[in-house]
């Protein structure tokens, strides 16, 4: 039977992972397809059951549903219970279905070559928040700070996880010269939602990293910010492709290209900016 994989969401139509999983798959010549799959709010029960019995071999789990597959895996693992929250389920060899999260850990990669010595910022305690710095934890980074609009969502958040510091915006600004990378996690840059930035970026680092989850737009108003300061930036398209990334290779045992791909992704978008 030719194999077949899909991602779960609402809304899922403009979700790019069906165009990227299915450029991989044809490059790497393995007989399956990346399906979307629209389920409605109260639909989550059938819409896994019927995954299951239709012999899908792995689904990627978008908003709003990440936190509810949980209970109807057989497994989660580490990551994916520390973080809370699934975006990729694998069915196993034998018939089970396993829960990961490799949002976080997409994220880091997307980063290129850094060192765990790196001082992190992260702006945002949301669940984008969680998973990366959960991610970085894992990895052995140790120096993260999390500022947030909302200072007690922060301090639950390092609660939670048992790592960093909370700060708030303003701390976060003022003592900005002190981290190697700056990730924008809110919602705030996204196409339609405001342009104001979360910090002012005056006292940035000389070679710091600044990265924003957000890729619609591929140059949020925080990196264009950024840019003014000839530090290096980075966009949420990595992200996109690198946590796909690791979801391929968990299905098909296969790395795919990640760089090719966010090219692609790229001038999809229409845009002609690129990760420097
Ligand atoms: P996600 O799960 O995608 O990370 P979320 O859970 O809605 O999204 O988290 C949103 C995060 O962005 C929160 O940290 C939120 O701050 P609050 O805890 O104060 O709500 C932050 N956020 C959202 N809109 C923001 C804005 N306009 N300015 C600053 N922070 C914002």
Request: glycine share 8%.
């Amino acid at each position: 039977m030719k194999k077949w994989f899909a991602v779960i969401g609402n809304p899922i139509n403009h979700s790019l992972s069906p165009v990227m999983h299915d450029t991989w798959l044809a490059e790497q010549h393995i007989n399956a397809s990346y399906i979307p799959v629209h389920v409605e709010e109260d639909k989550l029960c059938d819409a896994v059951q019927s995954l299951k019995l239709l012999g899908c071999s792995g689904w990627n789990v978008t908003v709003p549903y990440k936190e509810a597959i949980i209970p109807y895996l057989d497994e989660v693992d580490q990551s994916a219970k520390g973080i809370g929250a699934v975006n990729t389920v694998v069915k196993t060899e034998d018939g089970r279905f396993v829960g990961y999260n490799t949002d976080g850990l997409g994220f880091i990669e997307s980063l290129g070559a850094i060192s765990q010595t790196n001082r992190i910022l992260l702006l945002g305690a949301g669940g984008a928040s969680r998973g990366i710095a959960h991610a970085f934890k894992q990895l052995g980074f140790s120096q993260i700070a999390i500022a947030n609009r909302t200072y007690a969502n922060a301090e639950r958040l390092v609660e939670e996880l048992q790592l960093g510091q909370a700060i708030t915006l303003e701390e976060a600004q003022s003592t900005l010269g002190q981290f190697d990378i700056i990730v924008q996690t809110t919602p705030q840059g996204m196409k339609n939602n405001s342009a104001a930035l979360p910090i002012q970026l005056h006292q940035i680092k000389e070679h710091a990293i600044v990265a924003d989850i957000v890729y619609n737009p591929l140059v949020t108003p925080f990196l264009e910010e950024a840019k003014k300061y000839n530090v290096r930036t980075v966009n949420g398209l990595g992200m996109l492709v690198h946590q796909g990334a690791i979801a391929f290779t968990y299905w098909n045992g296969v790395k795919p290209n990640t760089e090719q791909m966010v090219e692609r992704l790229t001038e999809q978008l229409g845009g002609n900016y690129v990760n420097r």
